[in-house]
Each structure stands twice: as structure tokens, then as C-alpha cells.
């Protein structure tokens, strides 16, 4: 942690680059939801974190989140928390990770997988995705010709 | 098949000691590999430090290059960074007036671009179960004052935080109301 507000000794650890100025950014971004949203947060004792929210914003689409931070500490060295975060649009980056905490003192490793936003409008999700028939294929459009291909089969097996 | 995703794969190493602190970052999606290193020392309160973007793939310069130097002092913290490849300077002050309160000031000023603006926040919890807070943004080349004011209540039964946040453009001729926003929040806030 950052030696803020402890009055003390010259050899203090010192913040993170990008934490420079945080509490004072955070007195400016925190707390001010201006987004209608419902949200549900499950803290367990063993420090796993779930949150999932609804957010209804006044101009777009609803769209949900998922977050969980859930620690492993069944791996001897390799324990760690693996991290997640979901956004159901494609404007919104969606993140996946695990963080070693156990391999060194004083800090961590992680790996982890990132979606890049949208930048256009109607744009497709930025995971990975099944092409089908030169187009993208969506959640939606998935279930669609799915059903088609289990109907298919079931008219073909009669 | 699966077509080339657009995302990134990111491998990253963070060290906090006595003194120093660092980060690195690899970041690639099969066509361009960026590396972040990040780099802070401190002494005595005092922390200085700098992050650098690197096109791995590319001899130019790199992508994006910031400096900046915080002090934490008792009760007060203040702060310069560089934003966007130095054009943007950015000076913060958060200072605790009491346990209940806080307040924050921000300038930010455009080194390559003439610009500015200043920025106060402040954060007061009234009671154990409520906290307000209120923020105003002044930019040069406008004429409106943008203040934010958001308050959070915690109900006991049934167990929820409820926020409501909402955004006025002032101007001296009007006052318009922006953005709103209400949230609720169930289980283990």
C-alpha cells in the first residue's frame, strides 16, 4: 500500500506510477453514477468477490456486467486470484486474467486476455469470433441457425 | 473458422519495495506488441516516476512517454503529472480536512494545445449511513460550470445502498440540468 496519510519514517514504498493524483481524480469519478443501474455484490469470507449489474442508461441499449475475483489457494506456488469482467456490449472492454501473487515477494504476475472497444457504432464484439458465411457470427444469430441445424436433423431423422 | 481477434493478450509484472515500485506490461494482438514499463521511486514522502508505451515492432519513438512527481504528506497528498505524451499537464491537490471530510483541486493545463481547467471536489459523510459529494468543472473557452453532486444512503431493512447522482450545466444566463442517474445496490456493499 502507499504510504499515504502515515506520517513516519524517510523509507516508505512509494505508489505506482498511475496512482499519482488518484484520490484526487476518484473525488471527481467516484460515486457519480449518472446511469440508472442495478447492481447485486456477494463478498464471501473467503474473499471471493462476484458483482453483476444492470445498467439502463437513458440514450443506449441496457447492457449488463459481470465482475469476480476469485482467489485460488489450492496451487502452492501458483495461487491467485483470476479475475474476470464481462460487459455484454462491445464498447466496453471486457477483461479476463489471473494474477500469480505467490511466485515473489512484493508483487504479482499476471496473464490475462483484453477485448478492445468498439470504436464504431454497430461494430461487432472484439473477442474472437465465428465467422459464418463471411459474417460474423453473433450470440444471437448463433442460436438462430442452431435451431435451424437441430431441426434440420430432426426432420431429416423422421 | 476463427477469425484474428481484435483483442489483446497481456502478460504483466507488478513489484512494490520499500523505495521503489514498477510495473511491465506485454500487450499484443498478433499484429502489434506494445510494452508498458512503469517506474516510481520514493524517499521521505516524496515519489517521482514515469511510464513509457513502446511499439515493440517499431525504430520511432515511443508511443507514449509521461513523468510526474506526487508528495503524500500527513493529511494531504499533492500531485504533477504529464498526460498524452506531455502535452497535458495536470496538477492535484486532496487534502483531509477531518475524518468526515475531504477536498480535492485539479488543473490541468494543454502544453501543445492552450487550454484549461480547474476542477474542485469535496466528499462529506453526514452520518454513518449517508455520504455527499460535489464536484465543478471550469474549462476555458466555455461558458458553463459543470457541477456534479452525488449522495449515497445505506438502508438497514431491506439492506440496500441507493445512489443518486445529477449533473447542472450552469451558465450566466441559465442553469440546465445534465445527467442523472439512480443506483441501488443489494447484498454486500
Redesign the interface.
Known sequence: MPALFCPGSAAFTPPLFGAFGKKTKDLFKKKFDFEHQLKVVNNNADAKNIETSVVFPTDKQVRGVFKSSIPVSNLAQANGVFETEFHTVADKESKTSYKFTNLFNGGFVKLGVTSVKADAKNDTADFPEYVHNNKPLSLARAIILSKRFVRGRAIAAS | ???????????????????????ASV?T?GQKTLVDA????????L?V???VVVDAASKQAPQDY?F???Y????Y?A?A?TEKKRSVL?L???Q?VSKTH?????ATFGLVKPSRAL?F???YEVDRDT?V?A?A?VESGKDTTVV?T?V?HKLSNPRVLL?V?A?FNISPNNVTA????????????
Do not use: H, P, W
Not at chain 2, 503524500?72 to 493529511?75: E, L, M, Y
Open positions: 473458422m476463427f477469425s484474428c481477434c481484435r483483442g489483446y493478450a497481456t502478460v504483466e509484472a507488478e513489484y512494490q519495495q520499500e523505495y521503489v515500485s514498477g510495473n500487450r494482438n512503469v517506474l516510481a521511486v520514493g524517499y521521505d514522502k515519489s516516476g514515469g511510464k509521461n510526474g512527481a506526487e503524500a504528506g500527513a493529511d497528498i500531485a503529472v495536470s492535484s491537490y486532496f483531509r475531504t477536498v480535492g483541486a485539479q476542477q471536489g469535496t466528499d455520504t459529494r464536484s468543472r456534479a452525488a449515497e445512489g447522482a449533473e445534465g445527467r442523472m442517474g439512480i443506483t441501488a445496490t443489494l447484498g454486500d456493499f
